[in-house]
């Protein structure tokens, strides 16, 4: 089946120690999405790459990056993580051709949740 | 600013009674609706959506949603919950000037008595 695959499901870090959160796709969607949810909370919106093009959201903060090296793969680089940084971090793909609407909707991976010791 | 509430943080229904989920949205044009549930430490799953068209929506799991303009509203609604339905469930917005992003409101937590 076509899917939204995260990897690790769970990952635990040291404080200040980089980590990567990984995301694979086999929709063949152009548009990717890394999403941080904190518990109890809505998802926010980190950045998103519309093929290879990136979009950062103004809120999100420097420590956290991006890299995307293929339309399959898209990877969460955050670079000296804090307390605060603990979290769910999802992953969400869609299909959409330049200056039109979304043909499809946002399909969500399972998510990995980060634990900052 | 575009924005979504969901007025209801927390929910209890009995089993088999129905159920409705108010969803509100503030912009300037029609945009595009979602609802999403999530599951304790999974991923959000789609219910349904409107684009455009019908205003009525029906999704999976028996739910449907209805979009009305007039009050900006989309609220789900399922004639009769059962035990699994029990999550969390977020509303979304899409936005026509900007689309690839999606506003997620801030959930509205069911709980089902059995």
């Known amino acids: 089946d076509a899917m939204v695959i995260q990897n690790p499901r769970y990952q635990v870090t040291q404080f200040g120690k980089p980590v990567t959160l990984s995301c694979s796709q086999t929709l063949n969607h152009n548009v990717m999405y890394w999403y941080q949810q904190k518990s109890s909370q809505a998802p926010k919106l980190l950045f998103h790459y519309y093929d290879k093009d990136f979009n950062n959201e103004a809120d999100t903060p420097d420590n956290f990056q991006s890299r995307r090296p293929n339309t399959s793969f898209c990877f969460l680089d955050i670079r000296s993580p804090g307390l605060g940084d603990a979290a769910m971090y999802l992953c969400?793909?869609?299909?959409?051709?330049?200056?039109?609407?979304?043909?499809?909707?946002?399909?969500f991976g399972p998510g990995t949740r980060l634990l900052v010791l | 600013a575009q924005s979504v509430t969901q007025p209801d943080i927390h929910i209890t229904v009995s089993e088999g009674a129905s159920l409705e989920l108010r969803c509100n949205y503030s912009?300037?044009?029609?945009?595009?609706l979602f609802w999403y549930v999530q599951s304790p430490g999974q991923g959000l799953q789609l219910l349904l959506k409107?684009?455009?068209?019908?205003?009525l929506v029906q999704g999976i799991k028996g739910f449907e949603a209805e979009f009305k303009r007039s009050q900006s509203s989309f609220n789900l609604r399922k004639p009769s919950v059962h035990w699994s339905d029990a999550a969390e469930y977020f509303c979304a917005v899409g936005m026509k000037t900007s689309y690839d992003k999606v506003i997620f409101g801030p959930g509205t937590s069911l709980s089902v008595i059995p």
């Open positions: 409107y684009f455009s068209g019908d205003t």
């Open positions: 969400a793909t869609s299909s959409r051709y330049a200056n039109s609407p979304p043909q499809e909707t946002q399909y």
């Open positions: 912009y300037g044009a029609t945009p595009y």
